[in-house]
């Protein structure tokens, strides 16, 4: 039987050579000088870390790491802005938070989506991807096409595509 999975993970690597080059960016940038701003990638959990000791120059440093994020071809809905942390001195720290698989409610929105259209192919959840079988390569590549129009709210790839 044919198959596919749908995944939606991001390039560790081009994050953190994004991250390299926000850095060195940071390092040149007038407006930065004199402040004290990093940017950090945790490796356990593959998020980045905003600081600033400047509160108003958090969101040209948001916007400077997600247009390095962006140029390195990593999708912007796979990244989450968690709330900014201000400090009564000024200080503010930001978490981007880059979501890899599927979680359940997404998975589940995605799987009922192709269900409803009414194709003959299973689609079943696997350990964060869906798994798609179905007797006619033809409605596998209409299951692709119809979720490659839509917007799901993450980036979605599709993997081992079987005969």
Same mark, same amino acid.
Not at 19 to 24: C, E, N, P, Y
Not at 65 to 93: C, F, Q, T, W, Y
Not at 122 to 143: E, F, H, N, P, Y
């Given at each position: 039987?044919?198959?596919?999975?749908?995944?939606?993970?991001?390039?560790?690597?081009?994050?953190?050579?994004? *991250? +390299?080059?926000?850095?060195? !960016?940071l390092v040149n940038r007038f407006d930065f000088k004199g402040a004290k @701003?990093?940017? /950090? #990638?945790?490796?356990?959990?593959?998020?980045?870390?905003?600081?600033?000791?400047?509160?108003?120059?958090?969101?040209a440093l948001k916007q400077m790491v997600m247009e390095k994020l962006a140029?390195?071809? *990593? +999708?912007?809905?796979?990244? !989450?802005?968690?709330?900014?942390?201000?400090?009564?001195?000024?200080? @503010?720290?930001? /978490? #981007?938070?880059i979501k890899q698989g599927l979680d359940g409610d997404k998975a589940k929105?995605?799987?009922?989506?192709?269900?409803?259209?009414?194709?003959?192919?299973?689609?079943?959840?696997?350990?964060?991807?869906?798994?798609?079988?179905?007797?006619?390569?033809?409605?596998?590549?209409?299951?692709?096409?119809?979720?490659?129009?839509?917007?799901?709210?993450?980036?979605?790839?599709?993997?081992?595509?079987?005969?």
């Amino acid at each position: 039987m044919p198959s596919f999975d749908i995944v939606s993970e991001v390039d560790r690597m081009e994050v953190k050579n994004a *991250i +390299d080059h926000a850095t060195r !960016e940071l390092v040149n940038r007038f407006d930065f000088k004199g402040a004290k @701003s990093t940017i /950090e #990638l945790d490796p356990k959990t593959g998020s980045i870390l905003l600081a600033s000791d400047k509160g108003e120059l958090m969101k040209a440093l948001k916007q400077m790491v997600m247009e390095k994020l962006a140029k390195r071809g *990593i +999708d912007l809905r796979n990244v !989450e802005a968690r709330d900014a942390d201000i400090s009564p001195l000024g200080h @503010s720290r930001q /978490e #981007l938070a880059i979501k890899q698989g599927l979680d359940g409610d997404k998975a589940k929105e995605i799987t009922r989506a192709i269900k409803e259209q009414g194709w003959k192919v299973q689609a079943s959840l696997q350990d964060r991807q869906i798994r798609v079988t179905g007797t006619k390569r033809d409605d596998l590549q209409k299951v692709i096409a119809f979720l490659r129009g839509g917007d799901h709210g993450v980036a979605l790839a599709f993997q081992n595509f079987r005969d």
